[in-house]
């Protein structure tokens, strides 16, 4: 079932064009986002929208972080992200215009599907984007986005992230159309740099071998440490969870400007950190704060790894090394910047000699609380 590759998770990275691919399929009308799924939930109850809460554990969570700063951007509608099994647990304010939205891989996440049910019995909607046909999750739910990557068996998670944050993107779109928040020239140019992303994480997939020699040059690191800003902090996060648990390496993701609000103080001659960098183009007023940043720790010896536009200089003279990324508007950048990230975390754990598809203590579904 491999085919070729080393590993499933090696399989599964490599199949993330397609998993993007497959969930724009059928949901794209012309120059504008026409979810099928959604269309029967019904416009007015999109229209009815006062509040989303997204609710997820792990990676999912992190998809649904960088869902939120497109949902916000393109439909005004306040976004808050929720870890499952924290938000049951403090009486949230649940009205019935709060739209609740789950992510999960599976479909039978335990604490994501007690929060569902939470949600729905408080008198609030809930809409799941799920990648498992018929899984619980969707089942307890008022819509489901299924996701169409495909099965994902590596216990970590990789395709289904990248399918995760489209499906957000075309809900996002969706409800930007019904509500007419973004003017259909808006509508249209985001639909054409969302189905250019497949040929670009195509293209970002052949930076392995950069990737490769660093996991080599890596292999016994103790600590590493990932900073990101805007939807690269979300990234930076995954970065890190993926190198926990592939790895057993302690790694950390941190919002680049909270660095001198504390974590500086743990860079030391040597610390490898890599750097989600921001578009110098689309993200003219954050680029320069994110190579300010790199400038500080690398004057504290740290050793850079920059994931950078292809074309942005301003990183190469402090970045020890710069993984390349196509041009991409500023939102759909994750979708690019994690894949070195999931490689890296691969490659770190098969130099290690370690199961990448089986990592000590998880399981690939978490049913119990
Ligand atoms: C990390 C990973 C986990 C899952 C989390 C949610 O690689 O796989 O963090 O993302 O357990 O699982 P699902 O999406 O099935 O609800």
């Known amino acids: 079932e491999k085919g070729g590759w080393s590993s499933f998770m090696a399989k599964e990275v490599s199949e993330q064009p397609d998993a993007v691919a497959n969930t724009l399929r059928g949901r794209i009308a012309g120059a504008a986002v026409v979810v099928p799924e959604l269309t029967a939930f019904g416009d007015d109850a999109l229209r009815d929208i006062r509040r989303i809460v997204i609710v997820a554990c792990g990676t999912a969570s ?49 604490d994501t599907l007690m929060a569902v049910k939470y949600a729905r019995d408080a008198g609030a909607k809930a809409i799941s984007i799920c990648n498992t046909q018929g899984a619980t999750i969707p089942r307890e739910s008022d819509a489901v986005i299924y996701t169409h990557a495909g099965p994902e068996v590596a216990v970590a998670s990789t395709k289904a992230f990248v ?46 071998s950069t990737v490769h020699e660093l996991a080599n040059w890596m292999s016994d690191t103790r600590a590493v440490l ?6 690269g902090f979300p990234i930076a996060l995954e970065g890190a969870l993926k190198l926990k648990e592939l790895a057993y390496i302690h790694a950390e993701g941190f919002a680049a400007g909270e660095l001198k609000h504390g974590p500086i103080a743990l860079i030391e001659p040597g610390q490898p950190v890599f750097v989600v960098v921001p578009s110098p183009r689309g993200s003219a007023h954050l680029h320069p704060k994110v190579v300010s940043n790199i400038q500080e720790i690398r004057a504290r010896g740290a050793r850079i ?50 199961d990448v598809d089986q990592p000590r203590n998880l399981a690939k579904s978490v049913t119990v609380e």
Do not use: C, N
Not at 226 to 231: A, D, K, N
């Open 226 to 231: 990932f900073l990101g800003r805007h939807v």
């Open 163 to 208: 399918a995760q944050i489209t499906a957000l993107y075309l809900f996002a779109l969706h409800l930007a159309r019904v509500r007419g928040s973004l003017s259909e020239a808006e509508q249209a140019e985001q639909v054409v740099e969302l189905q250019g992303i497949p040929a670009k994480i195509a293209t970002t997939l052949l930076q392995e």
């Open 62 to 110: 992190y998809a649904g972080q960088v869902g939120k700063y497109a949902i916000e951007k393109w439909t005004r509608i306040p976004v808050d992200v929720e870890l499952s099994h924290e938000f049951r647990y403090r009486d949230p304010v649940l009205t019935a215009d709060t739209l609740v939205i789950s992510i999960s891989q599976s479909g039978e996440t335990m």
């Open 305 to 354: 790894i920059a994931i950078a536009e292809e074309g942005d200089v301003a990183v190469l003279p402090f970045a020890d090394t710069v993984i390349r990324i196509p041009l991409a508007s500023p939102l759909f950048e994750p979708l690019l910047a994690v894949v070195p990230l999931q490689i890296f975390a691969m490659e770190l754990a098969t130099a290690k000699g370690l």
